[in-house]
T-cell receptor
């Protein structure tokens, strides 16, 4: 069964460093998303991507975040200068109709 | 803005039925989802229902939708210890729009 994959599973970084989180969506899906879940809190929408551009973004998705589809398979989330409050689980999702989520990347900012 | 509410905890005995409830505010919600999250793991899509349906059954899972009251429930029959997890309700106006999640209900199954 096709699935969304994400790498790395866990990323530890120092405050102020740049991180790139990677996702491989399901191959025939057209819409891609990033969500985050701060420990013990709700899953929150960050950004959606369609036809090689951002289709919608939340207030959380400020100038320090960016997304890219550098090739036909990968979908990346970059955080330019990480802050302590960026520590969270980051989920990638893709959809044709219902949204399927990847296993997540746990980002720890020290 | 849209909001999705769930009770935070539910404890049941193994073999009993579990009922997890959810309410939502967005009247344009068309897709209503249930996801399962086991400790340290991702979000597993369990089932979803369209707003023009009242009920959907899939093996041990039954989803009931009361659109008038904007109330969604997930019933798990013959609950097993492997069902212990956090269950998230989520909604969206269409299949492509971002999901709005509830805070999740932690289901504990007692052997």
């Amino acid at each position: 069964e096709p699935e969304v994959t994400q790498t790395p599973s866990h990323q530890v970084t120092q405050m102020g460093q740049e991180v790139i989180l990677r996702c491989v969506p399901i191959s025939n899906h057209l819409y891609f998303y990033w969500y985050r879940q701060i420990l013990g809190q709700k899953v929150e929408f960050l950004v959606s991507f369609y036809n090689n551009e951002i289709s919608e973004k939340s207030e959380i998705f400020d100038d320090q975040f960016s997304v890219e589809r550098p090739d036909g398979s990968n979908f990346t989330l970059k955080i330019r200068s990480t802050k302590l409050e960026d520590s969270a689980m980051y989920f990638c999702a893709s959809t044709l109709e219902e949204q399927f989520f990847g296993p997540g990347t746990r980002l720890t900012v020290l | 803005g849209e909001d999705v509410e769930q009770s935070l905890f539910l404890s049941v005995r193994e073999g009993d039925s579990s009922v997890i409830n959810c309410t939502y505010t967005d009247s344009s919600s068309t897709y209503l989802y249930w996801y399962k999250q086991e400790p340290g793991a991702g979000l597993q899509l369990l089932t979803y229902i369209f707003s023009n349906m009242d009920m959907k059954q899939d093996q041990r899972l039954t989803v009931l939708l009361n659109k008038k009251d904007k109330h969604l429930s997930l019933r798990i029959a013959d609950t097993q210890t492997g069902d212990s997890a956090i269950y998230f309700c989520a909604e969206s106006p269409s299949g492509n729009t971002p999901l709005v999640f509830g805070k999740g209900t932690r289901l504990s199954v007692i052997a």
